[in-house]
Nanobody, 123 residues
Framework: QVQLQESGGGSVQAGGSLSLSCAVS????????MGWFRQAPGKRREGVAA???????GYAGSVEGRFTISQDNAKNTLYLQMNSLKPEDTAMYYC?????????????????WGQGTQVTVSS
């Protein structure tokens, strides 16, 4: 059974940093994608960053250069390092997994989701 559990959210002032973690268990995809998504109140869920099994990463334009996605296979953990945070980054952040080799930022392609962790950035 696939389980994803996020941690590391919190409140920070604009310009600050936060690091999110996602503990992953039960992923047996031979080729898989892992991603971070976010959803602000009243807005659609959007992709933030995605990572394929070979370590290739992709980012939304709004976070490129500020956020970094990474994975520690030995610890079965996915990370999202967020720097230079802005108030518009405020949202619930989710990690997700899907099988496949083409790792997009579209939430619809992911079929395993964590419960989310809240990130709040104040101005």
């Amino acid at each position: 059974q696939v389980q994803l559990q996020e941690s590391g959210g919190g409140s920070v002032q604009a310009g600050g940093s936060l690091s999110l973690s996602c503990a992953v268990s039960g992923v047996t995809y031979r080729r898989y994608c892992m991603g971070w998504f976010r959803q602000a109140p009243g807005k659609r869920r959007e992709g933030v960053a995605a990572l394929d099994a070979d370590g290739g990463a992709g980012y939304a334009g709004s976070v490129e250069g500020r956020f970094t996605i990474s994975q520690d296979n030995a610890k079965n953990t996915l990370y999202l390092q967020m720097n230079s945070l802005k108030p518009e980054d405020t949202a619930m952040y989710y990690c997700a997994a899907r099988s496949g080799t083409v790792c997009t930022l579209s939430p619809g392609g992911y079929d395993r989701w964590g419960q989310g962790t809240q990130v709040t950035v104040s101005s």
